[in-house]
């Protein structure tokens, strides 16, 4: 090899690692899109609850709030069925606005209509740091299956557990900074400013979330493929066997 052709070969080295790394991004953009729902999962997240706290704010009637919001999250998932798209985003929605529309019936008071959610908001910051300390990130959890690696990432793969580790941490101190914004608001707020508050409160931190674990993905190691490792062994498996019987 001469000494021309070494930078050569090195340029297109690291033109090839360049490729790589974009395409890695890529790829955990998508992957973050499809596990969160992209815009129209923000848009099914917040739609209701801003109904709900629109109609109060007119008219102070909890009932018609509180059917709106119920009526729209269900429409969402119609939608969604017409479409033939996953529904599993709306579903959640229609759950968390029925908990809710039942709260607040219940007690008769408006602000109940979102402390399912507030709770629900508590006990996951709290599952994502658990995990984290128990070595089991549960960001780790929910995009493994995402990425087509499982749980491959937790033994054979201690850079992306990390990158895991750290976007699990980042979630569960984002959620619970909101939540020690919103649980006193609770108290001290009337229905209208805190409705608001939460509506405002509802996509800049999930945004920041989403960005951090992007952030912390895209520098670790790609994910291992564990579904075309078990095509590829299947597949060497089926030959050795059509050898096999070649041989008698």
């Given at each position: 090899?001469?000494?021309?052709?070494?930078?050569?070969?090195?340029?297109?080295?690291?033109?090839?690692?360049?490729?790589?790394?974009?395409?890695?991004?890529?790829?955990?953009?998508?992957?973050?899109?499809?596990?969160?729902?992209?815009?129209?999962?923000?848009?099914?997240?917040?739609?209701?609850?801003?109904?709900?706290?629109?109609?109060?704010?007119?008219?102070?009637?909890?009932?018609?709030?509180?059917?709106?919001?119920?009526?729209?999250?269900?429409?969402?998932?119609?939608?969604?069925?017409?479409?033939?798209?996953?529904?599993?985003?709306?579903?959640?929605?229609?759950?968390?606005?029925?908990?809710?529309?039942?709260?607040?019936?219940?007690?008769?008071?408006?602000?109940?209509?979102?402390?399912?959610?507030?709770?629900?908001?508590?006990g996951l910051a709290l599952a994502y740091i658990v995990t984290t300390l128990a070595g089991v990130p549960l960001i780790g959890l929910i995009l493994g299956p995402v990425f087509k690696e499982n749980?491959?990432?937790?033994?054979?793969?201690?850079?992306?557990?990390?990158?895991?580790?750290?976007?699990?941490?980042?979630?569960?101190?984002?959620?619970?900074?909101?939540?020690?914004?919103?649980?006193?608001?609770?108290?001290?707020?009337?229905?209208?400013?805190?409705?608001?508050?939460?509506?405002?409160?509802?996509?800049?931190?999930?945004?920041?979330?989403?960005?951090?674990?992007?952030?912390?993905?895209?520098?670790?190691?790609?994910?291992?493929?564990?579904?075309?490792?078990?095509?590829?062994?299947?597949?060497?498996?089926?030959?050795?066997?059509?050898?096999?019987?070649?041989?008698?």
């Amino acid at each position: 090899m001469t000494s021309l052709d070494k930078p050569t070969e090195d340029a297109q080295r690291d033109t090839q690692d360049a490729r790589d790394t974009q395409d890695s991004r890529a790829v955990t953009e998508a992957a973050l899109f499809d596990a969160f729902g992209g815009l129209r999962g923000m848009i099914e997240t917040v739609l209701p609850g801003l109904l709900f706290v629109t109609i109060f704010t007119i008219n102070k009637d909890l009932h018609s709030a509180a059917i709106a919001a119920l009526g729209v999250s269900i429409l969402l998932v119609v939608v969604r069925l017409a479409m033939k798209d996953t529904v599993k985003h709306a579903f959640s929605g229609v759950f968390g606005v029925a908990f809710g529309v039942v709260f607040a019936m219940m007690t008769g008071n408006a602000k109940d209509f979102y402390l399912p959610g507030m709770l629900y908001t508590l006990g996951l910051a709290l599952a994502y740091i658990v995990t984290t300390l128990a070595g089991v990130p549960l960001i780790g959890l929910i995009l493994g299956p995402v990425f087509k690696e499982n749980l491959s990432w937790r033994t054979r793969n201690p850079g992306r557990k990390k990158a895991y580790a750290k976007a699990s941490y980042a979630w569960g101190l984002i959620l619970l900074a909101k939540c020690a914004i919103l649980f006193p608001l609770y108290w001290w707020a009337d229905t209208t400013q805190f409705g608001w508050v939460l509506i405002a409160l509802k996509i800049p931190p999930f945004l920041l979330a989403v960005w951090l674990t992007w952030v912390f993905l895209a520098k670790a190691p790609p994910p291992i493929d564990v579904f075309a490792e078990m095509e590829a062994a299947e597949k060497a498996e089926k030959e050795r066997q059509a050898a096999g019987r070649s041989a008698e």
